[in-house]
């Protein structure tokens, strides 16, 4: 019965990874009581079949006798829970039982296969009420107060998460640009110690990257031609050259808490082949690439021809604007599982870390264009699009480079290929998804940078 009841209600959830799929089979592989009672509570593992796609959630389910208003927006149905009837809903919603996580990781609890750890020398305030952001869409953010934020992982993955081993690692050394780790949350999944959530300082009085360079770029349409970007109110080069900075950092901290390597030029000369090879499906499934082609084979060409040896590191893996937060302080730099859809072993494979720059420049050029997606002025708009994306992205690789990030000549052509298999991979997504933001990652192929 319950199974059933979740069948019906997890397709629906924002952070459900199968979207357009049928559902073959849901099966419950482990329930843990985490409370007993009216309400009570329990933690899922369930399992989701649908064809040759077999998916792990992670679900944190209340129980009452009967359920509230408050709570009825995340009701999922009744079912025979303990000898009765009983309502069952999506429990990251009600503050009563959110605050049995937070007394669990205070506590360094364990319950069943599960288990609550307190980050060494951290203090935890577990007067703290909860509240569920609504912009997470991949995972679920439960804030307690102004201090602490959960990161429930929905999608489970068996082994360490590569959020919580970067984290802990680089606030280990020492550094001011990751939120400070409060605590985690393990499980056992196919003999593997598994993590489930990860709860860091929460940022409140912080300012989204993303949201930050939107209003730049606003700022700069709304003035009259004349002015340049630089002169326009709301510049942002200023804060793109300290993420630069921040970028370097972060890099140089990775090396120095997980070692690093080198690509040779045989390894170099496989990855210009597969970045051609996925040009070509590409282009095959969306004709408008076509005529754009041949300056990512090119690129890829100049790639395959590095005849030295290129630095391999740990990376964040998804890095945009979006994944950066501006405090009083400094840039934090957010969000280090990587791509949640790739396998734990791609995601902690080491990468040039001119993958995060070419992310992060690809994510310039989007808040400098995505606005323009059904403007009537658009094509008036064009150039200063293009001027804020100029601007930004020479300030952010003058950052990096000031603060140690290297680009030799080498480095030049990798962070070229690397952009353009990036935009290669927006343009696919866009034309599935998004069809009016196709021009964003075509304009990758005809602007010069």
């Keep these: 019965m319950l199974a059933e009841l979740l069948t019906g209600w997890i397709a629906d959830q924002r952070w459900f990874a199968g979207k357009g799929r049928p559902i073959d089979d849901l099966s419950i592989e482990s329930t843990v009581p985490l409370m007993d009672g009216d309400p009570a509570l329990a933690h899922l593992i369930v399992k989701v079949v649908q064809g040759d796609r077999t998916t792990r959630y992670q679900l944190l389910l209340g129980l009452r006798d009967g359920l509230s208003s408050r709570l009825r927006h995340v009701f999922i149905g009744r079912c025979e829970w303990d000898g009765r009837e009983r309502d069952v809903y999506d429990a990251a919603h009600d503050a009563e039982l959110m605050g049995r996580l937070l007394h669990g990781i205070a506590r360094d609890a364990t319950v069943g296969p599960l288990s609550f750890h307190r980050a060494p020398g951290a203090e935890i305030d577990t007067s703290q009420r909860s509240l569920v952001m609504t912009a997470e869409q991949s995972n679920t953010s439960i804030v307690f107060g102004d201090q602490y934020i959960l990161k429930m992982f929905r999608v489970v993955i068996p082994g360490m998460n590569p959020e919580l081993e970067i984290v802990r690692a680089l606030a280990d050394e020492g550094s001011h640009h990751v939120a400070r780790p409060f605590g985690w949350v393990e499980g056992t999944i196919d003999g593997e110690t598994t993590t489930l959530a990860i709860m860091q300082a929460f940022l409140g009085g912080a300012s989204e990257g993303w949201a930050m360079a939107l ?3 606003r700022d700069l349409y709304a003035t ?8 326009a109110g709301g510049d942002f080069a200023a804060e793109a050259e300290r993420l630069g900075v921040a970028t370097a950092e972060v890099h ?15 390894e170099i000369h496989s990855m210009a082949e597969l970045y051609l090879a996925q040009l070509e499906r590409a282009v095959a499934e969306v004709p408008a690439l076509a005529d754009h082609a041949d300056v990512a084979r090119e690129a890829y060409d100049l790639l395959a021809s590095i005849d030295e040896p290129v630095l ?32 734990l072993a791609e995601r902690r494979a080491l990468h040039s870390p001119l993958r995060d720059v070419a992310g992060m420049l690809r994510s310039f050029e989007y808040a400098a264009r995505h606005l323009l997606a059904d403007h009537p002025d658009a094509e008036t708009l064009e150039d200063r699009a293009e001027e804020w994306a100029v601007r930004n992205r020479a300030a952010f690789l003058s950052g990096y480079t000031r603060s140690g990030g290297e680009l030799r000549p080498a480095d030049v052509v990798m962070m070229r290929a690397l952009e353009l298999a990036k935009a290669v991979y927006e343009v696919v997504y866009e034309a599935r998804n998004r069809p009016s933001w196709l021009p964003i990652p075509l304009a990758a192929f005809t602007t010069k940078h």
Excluded: C, K, N
């Design 215 to 217: 209003t730049s770029v």
């Design 224 to 231: 009259p031609r004349e002015v340049s970007a630089g002169d």
């Design 252 to 266: 140089r901290e990775m090396r120095e808490a997980f070692g690093y390597d080198a690509l040779d030029p045989d």
């Design 312 to 343: 391999v590191q740990r990376v964040h893996g998804d890095y945009h604007l979006g994944q950066v937060m501006r405090t009083y302080d400094d840039w934090i730099v957010l969000d280090f599982e990587g791509e949640p859809g790739q396998p």
